[in-house]
Each structure stands twice: as C-alpha cells, then as structure tokens.
C-alpha cells in the first residue's frame, strides 16, 4: 500500500513519462526541414539588427507591476463578496482598508507622473568651449559674437 507521499511520486513519475513519450512521439513524426529562416534568431519575420541588450524604458516595468497589483486586488475582492453576509462588518471594514491602500499606491503612481505614456525627452546639457555648460536650445552661431565681446 502506497502512502500519500506515494501517489504523489507516482503522479509525477507518470506526468513525466506522459511528456516524454509525446516528445518522442513528436519528433518521430514531425518533419524535419531546416531552413536559413528557420535558423535565424527571430522566425517572426523580423531580421535582428543591432544589439540586443537595449535599455527598456522603466515606465514598463512600472505599468507591469501595477497590472499585477491589480490583478491580485481583484482575486482577493471575489472569494470576498461571495462569502461577504458569512463574515461580518470586520471583513467589510478590512477590505475597504485593503482598497483604500491600493487606491492611495495608484493615486501616488498618477502623481508621480508614471502612467503617462508620451513624457517629453529630457533636456541634457552640453559644454561649449568658451562658454560653458549650456542646453540644446543654444545656438553656437547666434552667441559667437556674444563669446567674442566677452574676451
């Protein structure tokens, strides 16, 4: 006689036997034709230029992680209202806490200016010879003269 921790082991035995044998099975009958697209990096039909290690604007990060916070607000709030007449004023009181702080975490995103997507490129300063440091604005053949009357 098996003990739990038995039919545990004979469940992932067998799952695993199962995807072995379809893998195999697979290879078996699929046809085997490799081509210079199929080799390429992508087979999306994008041809791979440049270098792959590209800098992701953190806002997408940041809208990935709100979706999960919200996703996981939402998971909580439906077992909540189904079970809500079985548990009382705490739960209820509980849960608005829990959504007031979610809200508060959303409204600080929406301050902070993370959720708008078109923000305008920042304005980098340059050094000038002569000058200084100056902004993009600043036109060398405009202030020469400028630069001139000073020394």
């Not at 695993?16 to 290879?27: N, R």
């Not at 548990?87 to 702080?101: N, Q, Y």
Request: glycine letters at 8%.
């Amino acid at each position: 006689m098996l003990t739990d921790f038995g039919y545990i082991l004979l469940f992932i035995l067998t799952g695993a036997i199962f995807v072995g044998v379809a893998l195999s099975v697979a290879k078996l009958i699929r046809p085997h034709r490799p081509n210079e697209a199929k080799l390429m990096t992508y087979e999306c039909g994008e041809i791979p230029f440049g270098d792959a290690r590209v800098q992701f604007n953190n806002r997408f990060y940041i809208i990935g992680l709100m979706f999960l916070i919200f996703e996981v607000e939402i998971l909580l709030l439906f077992p909540w209202a189904v079970v809500f007449k079985d548990i009382g004023w705490f739960a209820f009181f509980a849960m608005f806490v829990f959504v007031f702080l979610i809200f508060i975490g959303f409204i600080y995103e929406l301050g902070k200016g993370q959720l708008q997507w078109d923000i305008p490129k920042p304005r980098i300063p340059r050094y000038v010879e002569g000058v200084g440091v100056v902004d993009d604005d600043y036109n060398e053949e405009e202030n020469a003269e400028q630069v001139v009357e000073l020394n």
